[in-house]
């Protein structure tokens, strides 16, 4: 009896050794495991903090190039912009003094007819063909230096022939002649008789006179070879004199002064119809400002096309960053989530095994 209960005694203290041991082995355990978990807590901590200076760097990184791209592409808009704004004021100057002349152009017509009242009165006075063809050069280079700059007439252009026509203005690289010696002796006889029956004779003189002229003035200045236009104006220095040619125009059997010098490509000019002729060069002078001007400003917007370009391929590389940065934020964001995950996996392990919460 007594060995049996010694048997049983010492089965339970085998049973009471073996379920001490059993406790230290789980408690050592829970130990390791609560160790490792907070070791594993931590370097997820210290990783995720790793990634967040990263991707905080590589957006300031991007950030800064994305401003330094914006203003330079702002700075090359701006610069093209101030090219064409000046361009556009020397434009619009140049239209404005085109309005301006218009303007004054029936003032300034009003002037001429009263000089041309003027000349008519002395017409009656000079006498000398030699006078009057002095005077007729010297009005019709007054009119010239009003009308026109200097560059763009010449006064007694000489030929490779020798002969020297009075005036030639310059357009586009090219010479308008202008002759102003016109045969007025037969028109004033022509004025000096009452009778219209013994005025005819004097009529066909100063048509004869007038025609020959017009053939020497054809002859002798419209040379295209020598940058002439192929025509030439022929001034006649009086408004009466030139409505005998335009208007009256000679007997009927012969053909008309005017018919004869346009078939010849010779215009004959009044001082009223000069200055319309001259008035419409320097509008085109002008115009011809205006039309280079427009090739500049035409090769600014070029040239400003080519900033944009530039422009364009910074904001593409520019782009081409942002979609990285953003993709690399978006796989930061994925891994985070995946560490965050892992760790909440563990956390509820731990929970589960009955372990105390790691400390922070």
Same mark, same amino acid.
């Given at each position: 009896m007594s060995e049996l209960a010694l048997v049983a005694a010492g089965a339970l203290l085998a049973v009471l050794a073996a379920v001490a041991w059993g406790l230290v082995t789980t408690r050592r355990q829970q130990e390791g495991l609560r160790q490792e978990v907070g070791d594993l807590g931590a370097r997820v901590r210290d990783e995720v903090a790793a990634l =967040?200076?990263?991707?905080?760097? @590589? /957006?300031?990184? #991007?950030?800064? @190039? #994305?401003?330094? %791209? !914006? %203003? @330079?592409?702002? =700075? /090359? #808009? %701006?610069d093209a912009q101030g090219a064409m704004g000046e361009r556009l004021d020397r434009a619009a100057k140049v239209v404005g003094e085109v309005q301006g002349s218009l303007g004054k152009l029936g003032e300034a017509t009003q002037r001429v007819v009263e000089v041309g009242r003027e000349i008519h009165g002395l017409e009656q006075v000079l006498k000398s063909p030699k006078i009057r063809g002095g005077l007729g050069e010297t009005l019709l280079e007054q009119l010239l230096a009003q009308m026109l700059p200097r560059e763009h007439y010449v006064l007694q252009h000489g030929f490779k022939s020798g002969d020297r026509v009075d005036a030639a203005i310059r357009?586009?690289?090219? !010479? #308008?002649?202008? +002759?102003a010696k016109f045969p007025l002796e037969n028109f004033r006889r022509l004025l000096e008789e009452p009778d219209e029956e013994r005025r005819r004779p004097f009529r066909r003189a100063f048509a004869r006179d007038v025609k020959l002229r017009v053939d020497e003035i054809a002859k002798k200045y419209i040379l295209p070879d020598e940058e002439?236009? +192929?025509?030439? !104006?022929?001034?006649v220095p009086a408004e009466n004199v030139y409505y005998e040619i335009i208007i009256k125009g000679d007997d009927a059997e012969e053909e008309p002064i005017a018919a004869y010098a346009l078939g010849r490509r010779v215009i004959p000019v009044s001082p009223n119809s000069l200055y319309a002729y001259l008035q419409v060069i320097v509008l085109g002078l002008r115009g011809l400002r205006i039309e280079a001007n427009a090739r500049e400003i035409q090769n600014d917007l070029i040239r400003l096309g080519g900033d944009i370009e530039r422009v364009r391929e910074h904001m593409q590389k520019l782009g081409g960053h942002l979609g990285n940065a953003q993709k690399q934020f978006g796989d930061a964001e994925r891994d985070l989530s995946r560490f965050e995950a892992k760790l909440e996996a563990i956390e509820r392990k731990g929970e589960q095994a009955g372990l105390p919460e790691p400390a922070a």
């Open positions: =967040r200076i990263a991707v905080a760097g @590589e /957006l300031k990184g #991007v950030t800064a @190039e #994305v401003t330094r %791209q !914006l %203003q @330079e592409g702002m =700075r /090359l #808009v %701006q357009i586009s690289g090219r !010479l #308008v002649p202008v +002759d002439t236009f +192929d025509f030439a !104006l022929m001034y």
